[in-house]
């Protein structure tokens, strides 16, 4: 994995087992001591897992089906805990201390703390990074988490590297880093398996990105119900219809094409372009058409070796 650092620009950590970038040291005690409250909703995913697509889903159940309050940026109204830790763009401007992007960039940890309540919340951390209220179990808030076949979160994360934080390997090489868990937040089984071993848990709720696709409205109910909320028949297909993927492609809320835009016009990869979109594909079983048939073998063996789900 020589290549990795020049490859993903950025030196790499392990916490606690966990593969992140040296910078997330400066926000890891913040993290960790952070103080959650009972009525925040958390959603929690391994990246690229469906996390957007299952924030404006809780948001829209939370806010009546108000989309005018969704109209706001997605990571100003359900920020991303460790955004300033994580995120390349973020990590670049807290290091020079650019006071003029936003504080859910640059002191992501800090604005959540400031946020009224109800709270809500992105975190892409593993259960064993989670702040430590969450773990003990002292406090209680709603956490929705997303899960998805690891063959198309690799293809998908491969394609979000490139996009958004400067990857300049091919995707073969993106596979072994995956299936070695050297990528963000792995290892992807220690991430999954950290919240489906706490199914139990009364203030979790457990959801797949292929349930999503193949019947998005019996998801809705299932999440307005561990939610407290009730959604008559037209407002499950109401938000739906919000949610369906021509619409988030096109909401400028959730697509990101203003980050996308940001990173070319001040040219944070150099001469990498930016180039795709956010919401790009959103397909199952993508791998069928992208992994060799050598690469599907080998994420088979790891697959029964490591899910217990
Ligand atoms: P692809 O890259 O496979 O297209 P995350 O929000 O966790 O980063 O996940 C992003 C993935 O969710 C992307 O997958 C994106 O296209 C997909 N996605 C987002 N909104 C979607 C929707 N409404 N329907 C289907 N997929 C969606």
């Not at 390349?88 to 703390?113: G, H, I, K, Q």
């Not at 990101?256 to 835009?261: A, D, L, Q, R, V």
């Amino acid at each position: 994995y020589e290549t990795l650092t020049e490859k993903a620009r950025t030196n790499f950590i392990k916490i606690d087992g966990v593969f992140l970038p040296e910078d997330y040291k400066q926000i890891a005690d913040a993290v960790e001591n952070f103080e959650v409250r009972d009525d925040d909703v958390w959603v929690c995913s391994f990246q690229k897992s469906g996390t957007t697509w299952t924030q404006e889903m809780v948001w829209g159940i939370c806010h009546e089906l108000n989309f005018e309050t969704a109209k706001a940026p997605i990571n100003e109204r359900f920020p991303f805990l460790e955004f300033s830790g994580v995120i390349t763009t973020a990590r670049v401007a807290m290091r020079d201390n650019n006071t003029s992007v936003p504080s859910w960039v640059l002191n992501s940890v800090e604005f959540c703390d400031n946020l009224p309540s109800p709270r809500y919340i992105k975190c892409h951390l593993p259960f064993n990074l989670l702040p430590r209220q969450i773990r003990t179990g002292e406090k209680k808030p709603k956490i929705v988490y997303v899960s998805r076949n690891p063959k198309d979160v690799c293809i998908s994360f491969y394609h979000h590297s490139k996009l958004l934080e400067g990857y300049c390997g091919n995707f073969e090489e993106f596979c072994e880093l995956f299936l070695g868990d050297h990528v963000f937040y792995a290892p992807y089984w220690n991430h999954v398996n950290g919240y489906w071993d706490r199914s139990n848990m009364e203030n979790l709720l457990l959801l797949r990105f292929e349930d999503m696709k193949m019947d998005l409205s019996s998801v809705i109910r299932r999440t307005a119900k561990f939610l407290g909320k009730n959604l008559s028949n037209d407002e499950v297909k109401l938000l739906a219809d919000h949610l369906s993927f021509a619409k988030m492609k096109n909401n400028t809320s959730v697509n990101k094409k203003t980050t996308i835009e940001y990173i070319n016009n001040m040219k944070v990869f150099g001469e990498q372009k930016s180039e795709g979109e956010f919401i790009r594909n959103g397909g199952v079983g993508q791998w069928k058409e992208a992994m060799s048939e050598r690469m599907v073998n080998r994420f088979d063996e790891w697959i029964a070796k490591y899910s217990k789900h």
